[in-house]
């Protein structure tokens, strides 16, 4: 996607990474858009990790943080980042990115043009295929034969 988008990717030395200072550190700032995209291009286009010493020294230059690692450790960011995960929870976040629209979850990064479209035409969730989806009965699960 990223080469599709003209995007330069350097991917970190390793997948999965633990990203809890990171999204910390993303509370503590606010969680703006500018955070956000710093943080992301920090660690896909730079191939920082946030994890270890080099990369979020990194992290923490691009974003101009002096205090950085005393910001994380604050209970109210801590306590911030376990809300906003039990919300994501509890409106069925599921993979990344999700987008929440109209109660109508969209999960992955293949759902994103859908997430434009239903936006440009809210009317596209209500068309008579769209509501047939809920009365569908679920089909074979594989490896349950």
């Known amino acids: 996607m990223a080469k599709q988008q003209g995007i330069p990717c350097h991917l970190p030395p ?68 376990i809300e906003n995960g039990r919300r994501a929870i509890e409106a069925g976040v599921f993979g990344v990115p999700t987008f929440v629209y109209d109660k109508v979850i969209f999960w992955g990064a293949d759902e994103t043009d859908f997430v434009l479209q239903t936006l440009a035409d809210p009317g596209i969730l209500s068309t008579e295929e769209m509501l047939r989806i809920d009365t569908i009965p679920p089909g074979e699960r594989p490896g349950t034969e």
């Open 14 to 81: 390793k997948f999965p990474f633990n990203p809890l200072k990171a999204l910390r550190l993303a509370v503590s700032l606010g969680s703006d858009r500018e955070t956000i995209e710093t943080i992301f291009r920090c660690i896909w286009q730079d191939g920082l990790l946030p994890e270890d010493e080099l990369g979020w020294q990194g992290i923490v230059e691009a974003l101009a943080v002096e205090d950085a690692d005393t910001r994380i450790q604050q209970p109210e960011v801590k306590e911030q980042l």
